[in-house]
């Protein structure tokens, strides 16, 4: 569909700016990846927090394009060309412009793209796909293209998981867009529906009061983890699949207690999914994560589990009755982080900064 823009007529003196916030993955996690999804549908619980993607456009004359990645401290320069050849060089980021250009556009664009994520890659928390979301929101602000938010959402994933081949789910990009706790279902065909929860403020309150974020110093490549989850699913491994259906059925269990205020279930519905989730593939938990698992429950945590595709990154526990502070001292001598956050409710903000005002 060929679109006329308005933001054609670029003013060179405009600033456009995008955030999209990062995801805890509370239940469910890997019934969003097909084949599984697709053959048995799938159910996510998730919360985005107040750590984010951060996109920066400036407007450009010159022919070129700069990407900058600011936490990386990556960055390429290129002749604007209606597509950026992938080299291995912040191609999440050339894998955008080419579907805004292809799509949009329909002609060469010359800029400077800033980017900036406030937690490591790999980390679990949906870094990739999230910057994936605030990029084209701030693609979309810039060319006024009418975007809502299945259709952020949708781009994001074909982007990566289609257009780049990367191996993952769909959960992050529908979570960074939408923001909020959230109840999400996928089905086949890449039919998602998001379901907003209303919970009680008490209740967020009381989770962050109870929740220690826990960064364990390492990331993974999440997509070899998925590979093999994708390889138990379609090779039909029996434990594997079970373990699936029963971490489904949890976020069923979980969205209840969260809708209800019965947070006391909360570490127990935690715990009992770690030990479904580590069922699904073997690279998903090791000797490192399970000593810190350990020692946070022998501390007072009821319960916890790594967010997302496991093997390392972030980590979170469920500490209720004053057990926090006990938590977090036993966690000091593996020398991780402890991440302080909040739960947000807004998803992917885009702004304009009109630097003669």
Known sequence: MLIIFAAQLICFCMIIRSRAPLRLGLAGGGTDVSPYS??????????????????????????????????REESVEVESAESLEFDGKLD???????????????KPLSFELHTFVDAPAGSGLGTS?????????AFAEWLEIPLGEYDIAKMAYEIERVEMGMSGGKQDQYAATFGGFNFMEFYADDK?????LRIKQTSILELESNIVLYYTGTSRLSSKIIDAQI??????VKKSVEAMHRLKNQAIQMKEALLLGKLNKLGENLHEGWEFKKQMTKQISNPMIDEIYDAARNAGCTGGKISGAGGGGFMFFYCPENTKQKVINALKPFGGLIKQFNFVEDGVTTWKIDEND
């Not at 107040?50 to 900058?68: F, H, M, Q, V």
């Open 38 to 71: 697709d053959e048995y549908g799938g159910n996510i619980l998730n919360a985005t927090i107040s750590l984010y993607a951060y996109a920066t456009i400036i407007p450009r004359s010159d022919g070129k394009i700069k990407l900058i990645s600011e936490d």
């Open 92 to 106: 999440l980021l050339k894998g955008v412009y080419n579907r805004v250009v292809k799509q949009y556009a329909k």
């Open 129 to 137: 796909s999230t910057l994936v979301v605030a990029i084209i929101g």
């Open 192 to 196: 998602v529906v998001v379901n907003p």
């Open 231 to 236: 390889k138990n699913a379609t090779s039909g």
